[in-house]
């Protein structure tokens, strides 16, 4: 059965640390895998990782993906207490319509 | 562009009340999904579209109905609502041409059913 693990659960920061967030995963039929930001409110995408696209960065955040491993890592630098929210991790349907969601790492950011 | 739109934002039922959500989008997406998540709790999936016509149940289908009126619109309907509903409910849609990669998620819509 496909899924997504995500660690740690949760995590408390002071402002400037640096984090990472990771998300394993088990699909038979690997397509890509999905980050997403959840404050309160809907989930927003933030990365989208592929075999031929393995390493994304924007900004303070950037992502990579271990094919081989079957493994993803979330990093963020210098955090700010904006960055408190729930990070989800996804696989997108393979064989199916529907997506797989890990329970997501929630990060706290203290001023 | 306005994306996922759900309506309503905020809604509170009595037990026993009926409701419809609503969910629409205009990126030309196949697929599209209704989620449930309560506090402090993953993404739940009730039920989902693959494509305009089709409907299919997820993890938590029971005490729900949903109609696919055409391929922007996607509605999920209480028909008689208990408290175990109270939940935040996402719409979400997927699958342009080529693929079915991102899933973009509505604003929401909390629900308490008292």
């Known amino acids: 059965e496909d899924k997504v693990v995500q660690s740690p659960l949760s995590l408390v920061v002071h402002e400037g640390d640096t984090v990472t967030l990771n998300c394993s995963y088990e699909?038979?039929?690997?397509?890509?895998l999905l980050w997403y930001k959840q404050e309160k409110k809907a989930p927003t995408f933030l990365f989208m990782l592929?075999?031929?696209?393995i390493e994304k960065k924007s900004g303070r955040l950037s992502s990579i993906l271990d094919k081989k491993e079957l493994f993803s890592i979330l990093n963020i630098t210098a955090t700010q207490t904006g960055d408190s929210a729930v990070y989800l991790c996804?696989?997108?349907?393979?064989?199916?319509?529907?997506?797989?969601f890990g329970t997501g790492t929630r990060l706290k950011v203290l001023a | 562009n306005a994306g996922v739109t759900q309506t309503p934002k905020f809604q509170v039922l009595k037990t026993g009340q009926s409701m419809t959500l609503q969910c629409a989008q205009d990126?030309?997406?196949?697929?599209m999904y209704w989620y449930r998540q309560d506090p402090g709790m993953g993404l739940r999936l009730i039920y989902y579209?693959?494509?305009?016509?089709?409907?299919d149940k997820g993890e938590v289908p029971n005490g729900y109905n949903v109609s696919r009126l055409n391929k922007r619109e996607f509605s999920l309907r209480l028909e008689s609502a208990a408290p175990s509903q109270t939940s935040v409910y996402f719409c979400?849609?997927?699958?342009?041409?080529?693929?079915?990669?991102?899933?973009?998620f509505g604003p929401g819509t909390r629900l308490t059913v008292l």
């Open positions: 979400a849609s997927s699958g342009r041409e080529g693929g079915y990669n991102e899933q973009f």
């Open positions: 699909v038979t039929n690997f397509r890509s």
């Open positions: 592929t075999s031929s696209g």
């Open positions: 996804a696989q997108p349907p393979s064989g199916t319509y529907k997506y797989i």
């Open positions: 990126m030309n997406h196949n697929s």
């Open positions: 579209s693959a494509s305009e016509g089709t409907t």
